[in-house]
């Protein structure tokens, strides 16, 4: 079965500080990756996505991913937090192509990493 | 363009009883899944439905359910209601299944069961 492991379950910054969320997910396939943030209170929302093409996405707020293939690796990244960064970040993948007959297959998360941003 | 609406946003319901729990997708999305999102467990994925049909189903007992409706709009149903499906419950509704367009997720159902 596919699985996704984030290895930080909690992180903490100063305001400033470079972040970088380590993703890894288990699946030989053809895989779409996402980073997703929960702020407290909120919804999910979409941070950044990787379907094909370049493997460094960058998303909103400043975010940046790089995917790696041979590493089975979609770690997040930012050069500098802000304290409104505080929140939870949630990796996740779809498979897609022949193991989902084609279809992009549903969402497995990761456990999430929470991030704490001190002022 | 208004988002992914679930409703209602807050439940407290007794053990044994079931609840009903509605999603409606972005306008125009044929696609939407339902997850639920617990300290313990995380993001766990229910089912998808995709054109009233269902396509996809997590592994979840059978007193988890649900449907489409021919606008899109799921509802997904929990009967003989147990003290852990205390969750919140997210919808995520997507453009075309067949597409790798991403899902966009509501602000969630949060049921206690008591």
């Known amino acids: 079965a596919q699985s996704v492991s984030q290895h930080n379950h909690h992180v903490i910054l100063s305001e400033a500080a470079s972040l970088e969320l380590g993703c890894n997910y288990s699946?030989?396939?053809?895989?779409?990756l996402f980073w997703y943030v929960q702020y407290p209170g909120q919804h999910l929302q979409l941070l950044l996505k990787y379907f094909s093409g370049d493997p460094l996405v960058k998303g909103i707020k400043g975010f940046e991913a790089e995917f790696i293939k041979s590493k089975f690796s979609f770690n997040l990244r930012k050069p500098s937090v802000q304290w409104s960064d505080t929140a939870e970040y949630f990796c996740a993948v779809t498979g897609s192509g022949a193991f989902y007959g084609g279809s992009q297959g549903n969402l497995i998360f990761g456990k999430g990493t929470k991030l704490s941003v001190k002022p | 363009k208004a988002g992914v609406t679930q409703t209602p946003r807050y439940l407290i319901k007794t053990r044994g009883q079931q609840v009903t729990l509605s999603c409606s997708p972005i306008s125009g999305h044929r696609s939407v899944s339902w997850y639920q999102q617990t300290p313990g467990q995380g993001l766990q994925f229910l089912f998808e439905?995709?054109?009233?049909?269902?396509?996809n189903k997590g592994n979840f007992p059978g007193r988890f359910s649900g449907r489409q409706f021919s606008n899109s709009r799921s509802e997904m149903n929990v009967s003989t209601l147990e003290l852990g499906d205390s969750a919140l419950y997210l919808c995520?509704?997507?453009?075309?299944?067949?597409?790798?367009?991403?899902?966009?997720f509501g602000s969630g159902t949060r049921l206690t069961v008591v």
């Open positions: 699946y030989g396939g053809t895989v779409n």
């Open positions: 995520a509704s997507s453009l075309d299944r067949d597409k790798p367009y991403g899902y966009t």
């Open positions: 439905y995709f054109s009233e049909t269902q396509r």
